[in-house]
């Protein structure tokens, strides 16, 4: 049979409503945090944070705001981004995205690298430019905004007034005109929301600010109360951009975390919101969120929802007429869309078999990709990849590729042709969430003998993976793995013959690689991974296909 480059299903086409058409969420599933979303014309795009995985800065094309498409990553190209040495934690924060007269423009935050940047594009399929560096924009999370009478602002977190902390998570949200024809910030730095919503409150972490304007009101929306389980958006608004910004009475207009910890398929963390207006008037809201399978514990990051917005007497509110937010809602557009099929959100299933000439833009690196990393053409059907020397629990760049984990339940595998000529050689598959917290199921050696091996990653410094088991292969042919995720656990298991699948190691502890245990800003990733541990080697690892499959209950 003809091998298909890519294959992609989605089990949510949404029939099973045939009253009202739904959008199931979240609508980018897996580690996709920060959304920013704009729109022009019919179109729309959303653009997330990537930290220090390579392409950088993912963005999204649709239509109708419920079918997703990835367009590509708007830094590509190395010398646009300099990752190297980057924690994983660390790299592009929090971008903004907007459009003006012609113009695509991101604005975003390199940590440890360099600070804040514009990149700009005429198509935002890209290419977009080499960033412009912004030295007088001294924070993070900055936007953009364009205002109708030909001035531009950025607007940012950053330290309290003469850095003096009322107390912990005291922040200030502040503000310099921009001028587009030089790229740069001009004139004076002012502060324009210090500490919060309520400062008698002690607010924290005030970030994530975004400005817009109706009704002849500038409306700012900003995130409060950390990132974490406490996180929140909160709305101000003033007749002038200079201010004052009144906070609104009801604030916030959106959060989680009051509800019971205990309900059943629970959303947290909701907040970091941007807004978007649909041509007949509508309005929705942009933020991420998480899945908990058990209290604070969740693998697969901080994920991007969407909700109505609803406005009353002035103000906006998000998530109107539900005090949780729900993972289905009617579609914004039901004369336009037709068939919800976003292979972004639900149960969708993917393979990819390796014959195209170029990567899916989905995959992701560990920082700047070396030269040759990986090749395409030298065994047509395969993804082929070095054994490097350097490991993922380095800060370097690994012969490493990339999946989102996208569901609690799900799995993903990949079909391996490879021969160890030493036991320091191994590839296969690793689920991986930081330099700390990963296991890896590989091929490998023992005694001159093919052996399927499982690793854990140890959390202390210099100590060596542990191998939690080997076992002895009746074959050198090709090898298929498989790591399937049940919520708080993983599966390990592999096939010597076509999807004969011998479980290796099973209830392995998921919660190792959860965010609570691992920190961090990321979530778990699927990935390719070839290594000779430290030496150097000639080997090539290849793969034949890879394969992810979602299976959340809520789904179903």
């Given at each position: 049979?003809?091998?298909?480059?890519?294959?992609?299903?989605?089990?949510?086409?949404?029939?099973?409503?045939?009253?009202?058409?739904?959008?199931?969420?979240?609508?980018?599933?897996?580690?996709?945090?920060?959304?920013?979303?704009?729109?022009?014309?019919?179109?729309?795009?959303?653009?997330?944070?990537?930290?220090?995985?390579?392409?950088?800065?993912?963005?999204?094309?649709?239509?109708?705001?419920?079918?997703?498409?990835?367009?590509g990553n708007a830094m590509d190209r190395v010398e646009q981004l300099d990752l190297r040495g980057a924690g994983v934690s660390r790299g592009l924060f929090a971008p903004t995205i907007r459009y003006h007269n012609g113009t695509y423009y991101i604005i975003c935050t390199l940590i440890d690298k360099g600070g804040n940047f514009i990149i700009t594009a005429k198509d935002p399929k890209g290419p977009w430019s080499n960033p412009v560096w912004l030295p007088k924009v001294d924070g993070i999370d900055p936007s953009l905004f364009f205002d109708d009478n030909n001035k531009a602002y950025i607007l940012y977190n950053s330290i309290p007034p003469n850095n003096v902390s009322l107390h912990d998570g005291h922040r200030t949200i502040r503000m310099q005109e921009f001028d587009v024809a030089k790229m740069k910030a001009i004139g004076e730095e002012k502060i324009i929301i210090n500490g919060g919503t309520d400062m008698a409150k002690k607010p924290v972490w005030i970030e994530g600010p975004h400005v817009f304007k109706k009704d002849g009101w500038y409306y700012l929306i900003c995130a409060e109360g950390g990132t974490g389980y406490n996180h929140s958006e909160v709305v101000f608004r003033s007749k002038t951009m200079d201010g004052p910004f009144i906070s609104y009475e009801k604030n916030p207009i959106l959060t989680q975390r009051h509800l019971s910890r205990d309900r059943k398929d629970p959303i947290t963390t909701t907040g970091h919101a941007d807004f978007v207006e649909t041509p007949d008037g509508k309005w929705y809201a942009v933020f991420l969120g998480c899945r908990p399978y058990e209290g604070d514990y969740y693998n697969i990051g901080r994920?991007?929802?969407?909700?109505?917005?609803?406005?009353?007497?002035?103000?906006?509110?998000?998530?109107?007429?539900?005090?949780?937010?729900?993972?289905?809602?009617?579609?914004?557009?039901?004369?336009?869309?037709?068939?919800?099929?976003?292979?972004?959100?639900?149960?969708?299933?993917?393979?990819?078999?390796?014959?195209?000439?170029t990567l899916d833009p989905r995959f992701v690196f560990l920082r700047d990709p070396e030269k040759n990393l990986y090749d395409l053409s030298s065994k047509k059907g395969f993804l082929s990849l070095p054994l490097k020397s350097s490991v993922v629990s380095g800060v370097e760049n690994p012969a490493f590729v990339g999946f989102r984990q996208s569901n609690l339940k799900g799995y993903a595998s990949t079909s391996l042709a490879f021969t160890a000529i030493s036991p320091n050689e191994k590839a296969g598959l690793i689920i991986f969430q930081n330099e700390k917290h990963y296991y890896y199921l590989c091929k490998s050696i023992?005694?001159?003998?093919?052996?399927?091996?499982?690793?854990?990653?140890q959390a202390k410094e210099g100590e060596k993976d542990e191998l939690i088991v080997s076992k002895k292969l009746n074959s050198t042919k090709e090898l298929q793995l498989k790591i399937e995720a049940k919520g708080d656990t993983y599966l390990f298991y592999y096939a010597e013959k076509n999807n004969s699948w011998i479980l290796l190691k099973g209830e392995v502890n998921g919660k190792f690689l959860s965010t609570k245990e691992a920190g961090?800003?990321?979530?778990?990733?699927?990935?390719?991974y070839s290594t000779s541990t430290g030496k150097q080697s000639k080997n090539v690892a290849r793969f034949n296909w890879f394969e992810y499959k979602g299976n959340d209950d809520e789904y179903k």
């Open positions: 049979m003809k091998k298909i480059s890519i294959v992609i299903v989605c089990c949510l086409l949404s029939f099973t409503n045939f009253a009202q058409l739904q959008y199931t969420n979240p609508i980018l599933a897996g580690f996709y945090p920060d959304p920013s979303i704009c729109r022009v014309g019919d179109d729309y795009y959303i653009v997330n944070s990537s930290f220090s995985y390579f392409p950088g800065l993912p963005i999204f094309h649709s239509k109708d705001l419920v079918n997703w498409k990835q367009i994920e991007t929802f969407m909700t109505p917005v609803e406005w009353k007497d002035g103000w906006p509110t998000i998530n109107p007429g539900f005090e949780t937010v729900q993972y289905k809602y009617p579609v914004p557009m039901p004369g336009q869309t037709k068939l919800v099929y976003n292979n972004f959100s639900g149960n969708f299933y993917y393979k990819n078999d390796f014959i195209n000439k023992e005694n001159n003998e093919a052996v399927v091996q499982l690793y854990k990653s961090g800003f990321v979530g778990s990733v699927f990935g390719l």
